[in-house]
């Protein structure tokens, strides 16, 4: 797939707000990406590439990286904070020159992303989105395993342990901008965030949770067939894991 994915991205020049050196970064090209659909942690699938490795810039002078969309957007404050936090103890590199990105790059890159954007003093939202991103990416690699590769079933075990716990990490510091940030948080309006954070309760055993986030999306007007079809197959797994709660309970 490397040819086709080479194919698909281009190298773009910004100009880092931390250290003013110009720097390459390896976007998808505009309208190239075929959308599939997305799983039900909002994971997206294209059929033809992988688009989050490819949605955070990194400066290789200074260390500076985030999402490219908000790689430019910094206050004063954040940049001497990113200066003493992380440029000071950076060190300089030439950029390695690559085709695409692999899978374990993009972690690398989004996991300094999500250290930038903590030493800046960002917004939950912000880390939330970027903890779901790496448990996005950490689903990639697993699903990116061959079943010949020796330790398949230890690796594939690890990275979505990783997931898991990325995952969950999203769920605490979205749950937090939810109860304090204003929509749209990580990019998401109140409806998909609520899908979301369902969800991820779900996935944390907080059945009765789950299901409280879950009856406020149903009940929205105007919610999409598409979110609509995700809830009902959510309130499917989650009913059964209330009864066997309730059942444990009466059996006490």
Known sequence: MD???KALILDKSYTCPICDKKIKVKTVKTNVAKFVGTGPDLRPFHSNINVTKYEVASCNFCGYTALIKDFPNTTQTQRKLLRERIQANYKSHDEVPCDTYSVETAISRMKMA???TVSKGGKEGE???LCLK????????ADELS???PSYEEKKEAYLAEAHNQAMNAYDHLTKARMSE????AGMNETTLDYLLSYLAYEKGEYQTAMQYLSGVVTTRGISSRLKDKCLELKEMISPKLHEGENENENE
């Not at 790496?134 to 690699?141: A, E, F, K, P, R």
């Open 182 to 185: 204003d929509y749209p948080i």
């Open 134 to 141: 790496i448990s996005w990416l950490y689903q990639d690699l």
């Open 114 to 116: 999500l250290l930038c």
């Open 3 to 5: 040819d086709n994915e």
């Open 147 to 149: 079943e010949n590769e």
């Open 127 to 129: 880390i939330g989105n």
